[in-house]
Protein backbone atom coordinates (compact mmCIF):
# COMPACT_ATOMS: atom_id res chain seq x y z
CA UNK A 1 0.00 0.00 0.00
CA UNK A 2 0.70 3.00 -0.47
CA UNK A 3 2.08 5.76 2.35
CA UNK A 4 1.15 9.55 2.46
CA UNK A 5 2.85 12.46 3.90
CA UNK A 6 1.34 15.76 4.44
CA UNK A 7 3.35 18.99 5.12
CA UNK A 8 3.40 22.78 4.60
CA UNK A 9 0.80 23.43 7.22
CA UNK A 10 1.52 26.91 9.33
CA UNK A 11 0.13 29.93 10.78
CA UNK A 12 -0.89 32.31 8.10
CA UNK A 13 -3.38 35.49 8.39
CA UNK A 14 -6.79 35.88 7.16
CA UNK A 15 -6.43 36.43 3.10
CA UNK A 16 -2.95 34.92 2.86
CA UNK A 17 -2.33 31.74 0.93
CA UNK A 18 -0.29 28.39 2.16
CA UNK A 19 0.19 24.83 -0.01
CA UNK A 20 0.07 21.66 1.36
CA UNK A 21 2.29 18.87 0.30
CA UNK A 22 0.94 15.33 -0.06
CA UNK A 23 4.28 12.99 -0.77
CA UNK A 24 3.35 9.30 -1.91
CA UNK A 25 5.89 6.31 -1.01
CA UNK A 26 5.44 2.45 -2.04
CA UNK A 27 3.49 3.19 -5.01
CA UNK A 28 2.98 5.48 -7.94
CA UNK A 29 0.06 7.89 -7.67
CA UNK A 30 -1.06 7.10 -11.58
CA UNK A 31 -4.15 4.88 -10.98
CA UNK A 32 -5.24 6.39 -7.65
CA UNK A 33 -7.86 9.26 -6.10
CA UNK A 34 -6.51 11.52 -3.23
CA UNK A 35 -8.18 13.55 -1.41
CA UNK A 36 -7.75 16.35 0.82
CA UNK A 37 -9.67 16.35 4.59
CA UNK A 38 -9.91 18.70 7.13
CA UNK A 39 -10.77 17.87 10.49
CA UNK A 40 -11.39 21.81 12.92
CA UNK A 41 -11.32 21.27 16.82
CA UNK A 42 -14.50 19.80 18.12
CA UNK A 43 -15.70 18.94 14.44
CA UNK A 44 -16.05 16.40 12.27
CA UNK A 45 -13.72 15.31 9.47
CA UNK A 46 -15.15 16.62 6.08
CA UNK A 47 -13.63 16.37 2.86
CA UNK A 48 -12.54 19.69 0.72
CA UNK A 49 -10.82 18.98 -2.76
CA UNK A 50 -9.91 15.56 -4.04
CA UNK A 51 -8.49 14.69 -7.86
CA UNK A 52 -9.31 11.18 -9.61
CA UNK A 53 -6.19 11.07 -11.62
CA UNK A 54 -6.64 8.27 -13.90
CA UNK A 55 -8.83 11.30 -15.78
CA UNK A 56 -7.66 14.45 -13.79
CA UNK A 57 -11.07 15.14 -12.45
CA UNK A 58 -11.25 17.21 -9.35
CA UNK A 59 -14.22 18.19 -6.79
CA UNK A 60 -14.52 20.58 -3.88
CA UNK A 61 -16.20 21.23 -0.94
CA UNK A 62 -18.85 24.71 -1.68
CA UNK A 63 -17.07 26.34 0.91
CA UNK A 64 -13.21 26.30 -0.73
CA UNK A 65 -14.45 26.14 -4.47
CA UNK A 66 -12.46 29.11 -6.23
CA UNK A 67 -9.76 29.46 -3.12
CA UNK A 68 -8.20 26.25 -3.23
CA UNK A 69 -6.71 24.50 -6.08
CA UNK A 70 -6.05 20.21 -6.16
CA UNK A 71 -3.16 19.36 -8.46
CA UNK A 72 -1.42 15.85 -9.19
CA UNK A 73 1.96 15.91 -10.33
CA UNK A 74 3.47 12.31 -11.28
CA UNK A 75 6.81 13.16 -12.10
CA UNK A 76 6.96 14.06 -7.67
CA UNK A 77 4.68 11.65 -6.85
CA UNK A 78 3.04 14.48 -4.68
CA UNK A 79 -0.52 15.88 -4.76
CA UNK A 80 -0.72 19.38 -3.80
CA UNK A 81 -3.43 21.71 -2.33
CA UNK A 82 -2.88 25.42 -2.95
CA UNK A 83 -4.92 27.70 -0.35
CA UNK A 84 -5.71 31.27 -1.38
CA UNK A 85 -7.99 33.59 0.33
CA UNK A 86 -7.35 31.87 3.80
CA UNK A 87 -10.14 32.52 6.05
CA UNK A 88 -10.26 31.57 9.95
CA UNK A 89 -12.71 29.16 9.52
CA UNK A 90 -10.08 27.36 7.55
CA UNK A 91 -8.27 26.68 10.72
CA UNK A 92 -7.94 22.65 11.04
CA UNK A 93 -5.46 19.58 10.58
CA UNK A 94 -5.27 18.64 6.91
CA UNK A 95 -4.50 15.10 5.91
CA UNK A 96 -3.95 13.49 2.71
CA UNK A 97 -5.57 10.08 1.61
CA UNK A 98 -5.39 7.66 -1.38
CA UNK A 99 -7.16 4.95 -2.97
CA UNK A 100 -6.27 2.39 -5.60
CA UNK A 101 -8.12 2.34 -8.62
CA UNK A 102 -10.96 4.15 -7.12
CA UNK A 103 -13.15 5.46 -10.02
CA UNK A 104 -15.64 7.66 -8.22
CA UNK A 105 -17.27 9.94 -10.65
CA UNK A 106 -19.12 12.18 -8.52
CA UNK A 107 -18.61 14.66 -6.17
CA UNK A 108 -20.37 13.13 -3.05
CA UNK A 109 -17.99 9.80 -3.29
CA UNK A 110 -14.67 11.63 -3.86
CA UNK A 111 -15.36 13.84 -0.80
CA UNK A 112 -16.27 11.13 1.73
CA UNK A 113 -13.64 9.56 4.31
CA UNK A 114 -15.43 6.16 3.90
CA UNK A 115 -13.66 6.13 0.58
CA UNK A 116 -10.23 5.76 1.70
CA UNK A 117 -7.65 2.79 2.58
CA UNK A 118 -4.62 4.91 3.28
CA UNK A 119 -4.21 8.11 5.00
CA UNK A 120 -1.26 10.57 5.91
CA UNK A 121 -0.51 12.03 9.39
CA UNK A 122 -1.87 15.54 9.64
CA UNK A 123 -0.46 19.07 9.04
CA UNK A 124 -1.86 21.93 10.97
CA UNK A 125 -3.11 24.74 9.55
CA UNK A 126 -4.12 27.72 11.87
CA UNK A 127 -5.37 31.22 10.19
CA UNK A 128 -5.18 34.10 12.29
CA UNK A 129 -7.90 36.73 11.85
Known amino acids: DVQLQASGGGLVQAGGSLRLSCVAS????????IGWFRQAPGKEREGIACIENYDGSTYYRDSVKGRFTISSDNAKNSVFLQMNSLKPEDTAVYYCAADKDAYYNDEETCLAGYSYRNWGQGTLVTVSS
Open 26 to 33: GSTLDHYS
